[in-house]
């Protein structure tokens, strides 16, 4: 239905296809607890640093786009969405997002060859999304970087690992390549 109204009413042109997207935020974190201090003394811990993973993957064929940000707000899901448009340029892309603020700000200009499918509020589970970053920070989880640049280096060298067979078989649930087939994207 959504690629019929995208091909029939707005005028797209270009193959169907169906992206699930999500971020992750990246980082170094303090590990909080307690800590003895003199008393009306607040202990202070290190500043954490971190950024945000932005992506996208197909189910159906586990190709991928993934981009870097310092945030996660509108401006960066913006810049994101037309860096997806320009890397898919002869594609009509259905992207399921959840429902952040960052995705359903009034001033997003959607490029046109994107349309947002919105899933439920409040369940991430229904994202396949959301496995490929637990797939990903497994292999992050015994890494002790020293600093930023050093994460950013892990981070892409996990990235390389992760081909297009492997995020197939991470969010190739079977339900969705069956709705997928059946509707013809």
């Known amino acids: 239905m959504i690629a019929w109204f995208g091909i029939n009413i707005i005028g797209l042109n270009g193959k169907v296809r169906f992206f699930c997207q999500d971020e992750t935020r990246i980082g170094?974190?303090?590990?909080?607890?307690?800590?003895?201090?003199a008393r009306g003394v607040k202990p202070k811990g290190k500043v954490q640093w971190q950024f945000y993973l932005y992506g996208i993957v197909e189910p159906s064929t586990g190709e991928s786009f993934f981009y870097e940000f310092t945030h996660l707000n509108s401006e960066c899901f913006q810049v994101f969405l037309n860096l997806v448009s320009a890397h898919f340029p002869d594609s009509i892309i259905i992207m399921q997002v959840d429902q952040a603020g960052a995705h359903r700000a009034k001033r997003l200009k959607i490029p046109q060859n994107i349309i947002l499918l919105f899933q439920p509020a409040h369940?991430?589970?229904?994202n396949p999304i959301e496995r490929v970053w637990q797939h990903f920070k497994l292999g992050l989880r015994w890494e002790l970087p020293k600093d930023l640049d050093q994460l950013r280096v892990l981070m892409r060298e996990r990235l390389e690992e992760m081909t297009q067979e492997v995020i197939a078989a991470i969010v190739g649930w079977d339900y969705i390549l069956e709705a997928l087939s059946v509707a013809a994207i």
């Open 123 to 126: 369940a991430p589970e229904t």
């Open 28 to 37: 170094l974190k303090t590990i909080s607890g307690r800590k003895i201090t």
